[in-house]
């Protein structure tokens, strides 16, 4: 077990496994430290994590050599459908947003390759290895951390990354750090099923009973969601209660065939964005530093874009010396952060039921200049397919 690495990464999801891999495939020594099992990461039925990566994730991903298995089995979509008073509209992307689409492509699966990945480059992941203090930030990093034996132990490293997710600890290792919060007041009860997806391409339906998304991960595997109450209890919701209600809520548009449920969990929507997102020589990425609300499935892109904004950063210092860009790691991070926070924001509320009568009239009115009005449409699609989030970062790690 080495006691020393160029960069020590806590957490082993999409942002620290991306940026691990590109600072491995330079040459430098990255230690990961993370506090779960393997299985957990790739398999545990309780973490509803999206599945939409915007183009430039894509992109990304294939360029630096980690496209294998999502170009196998992951879906090319050029657009999603809006349902709104029983109509179906499509959003049609590559018309919309310059020739951008997504791609679908579940982020535990990501995570799996991903870690096979670097496994098999030789790298270095101590699961269950819990970190328990950081010292010296400010010059010389110390992580202090607890092996899976109970035995404690320490790395020294001349960079720490925070990318433990958002109920992560690194975060408060920032002195003075605040953070910007909303609270939505809607929560999402998901379901994984073995039933076939309701349409060929995702469809987002407004609806007086409340919001519902359908999704997929193949074509045998449907993954839908239901707007409900963020004080919801599931337990009022049977198998045959959740498809009678995903159906109400497509009513004249299409119809979902039940299947059994592989899982079910209740996710309340919030956002919030830390800064800043470095002290020291602590630097934090994905959602350590912020979270969105599910509706956009910016969550994952946004953690891609920090990580790639990191990595060369960190290239910039490892090769010449010079800290310029490290400097403005919040500062750059926030440029996009604040674009995702933004779209992800403005797509909740104009999908879902608002128990305030006042903002659901509004909403009302917005949804119908939605569908009435191209420069809206291109507004949504630019955002939705990532211009503003990873799009910036196509192309810069020639
Ligand atoms: C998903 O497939 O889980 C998913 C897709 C789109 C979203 C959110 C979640 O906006």
New binding site residues.
């Given amino acids: 077990m080495r006691s020393k690495a160029d960069v020590a990464i806590v957490g082993a999801g999409p942002a620290g496994l991306l940026l691990d891999h590109l600072l491995h495939r330079e040459g430098l020594s990255v230690v990961v430290l993370e506090a779960k099992t393997r299985r957990y990461l790739e398999t545990s039925p309780h973490r509803i994590r ?3 990566m915007e183009w430039g994730t894509r992109e990304i991903l294939v360029q630096v050599g980690l496209g294998e298995g999502l170009l196998q089995n992951g879906y090319e979509h050029q657009g999603i459908y809006l349902a709104h008073a029983g109509e179906l509209r499509r959003i049609d992307f590559p018309s919309l947003a310059e020739g951008w689409r997504i791609w679908v492509y579940g982020q535990q699966y990501l995570v799996r390759d991903m870690i096979a990945r670097f496994l098999e480059e030789g790298g270095e992941i101590l699961f269950e290895h819990e970190v328990i203090g950081l010292e010296n930030l400010a010059s010389a990093p110390r992580v202090r951390y607890r092996t899976p034996e109970g035995r404690e132990a320490e790395l020294e490293a001349t960079f720490v990354v925070g990318a433990d997710g958002s109920h992560g600890r690194m975060r408060a290792f920032i002195p003075g750090l605040s953070l910007k919060e909303r609270v939505y007041p809607f929560a999402w009860l998901g379901i994984l099923a073995e039933a076939p997806p309701a349409a060929d391409e ?1 469809i987002y339906a407004s609806h007086p009973r409340g919001f519902a ?1 359908f ?1 997929m991960r193949s074509k045998t595997l449907a ?1 839908n969601y239901l707007q409900v109450s963020p004080e919801e209890n599931l337990e009022e919701w049977p198998e045959e209660r959740i498809w009678e209600e995903l159906n109400l809520r497509l009513e004249g548009v299409a119809q979902v065939q039940p299947g059994p449920l592989l899982e079910k969990s209740l996710t309340p929507h919030r956002a919030f964005v830390a800064e800043p997102m470095q002290y020291g020589r602590l630097f934090l990425i994905g959602d350590a530093a912020h979270v969105v609300p ?4 910016k969550g994952m892109n946004l953690a891609v874009a920090d990580a790639v904004a990191l990595f060369q950063a960190f290239w910039a210092f490892f090769k010449t010396g010079d800290e310029a860009k490290l400097s403005r790691h919040t500062e750059t991070c926030l440029e996009h952060v604040w674009q995702g926070e933004y779209f992800s924001y403005w797509m909740t509320h104009l999908l879902h039921t608002h128990p305030d009568p006042f903002r659901e009239g509004l909403r009302q009115a917005e949804i119908k200049q939605v569908l009435a009005s191209e420069p809206l449409q291109r507004f949504l699609a630019t955002n939705y397919t990532g211009h503003h989030t990873t799009g910036r970062w196509v192309g810069t790690l020639a």
């Fill in positions: 999206a599945g939409v995702l998304l999704s993954r599910p509706t956009g499935a």
